[in-house]
């Protein structure tokens, strides 16, 4: 790991300790050459995950695409930024579960849509109406009542 205060990669582990319900670790670290203290966790990454499109086509799975997505639907929302991540390695574990190097993109939407109702429902509507491609208000409405009627049976 380089040091992100001089680029030296003599750096050394001090302490270490698990975050994120034991998906991730934080290490504190310490530079060799100037002594600059910093912080890194590390994660399980998903690696050979191809995400097959509506159109057919394929593409390799990228975390930066789902955080982009979800950041967007969560715009001017309030959340602390530990759960949003406990939230992305969730939605992980969620499609490490289906033990396929492949999966559709309609799987991962509804494995999202799962994991964001939970996280911020405001979110969840905005992803759903992008994700399922609303067409009008009165989609959008059928969706709202959906979610209004879940939460009123609690």
Known sequence: MNCPSCNSNETKVIDSRLSGEGFSIRRRRSCQS???RFSTIEEIE???LVVIKRDGHRENYTRDKLIRGLRTSLEKR???EEDFRR???EIE???QKKATTEITSQQMGEIIMKRLKAFDQVAYIRYASVYRSFKDAKT???ELNRLLKKKNKK
């Open 34 to 36: 100037c002594s600059f």
């Open 46 to 48: 998903i690696l050979d």
């Open 78 to 80: 309030a959340y602390l």
């Open 87 to 89: 939230m992305i390695s």
């Open 93 to 95: 574990r969620d499609i």
């Open 140 to 142: 959008f409405q059928k």
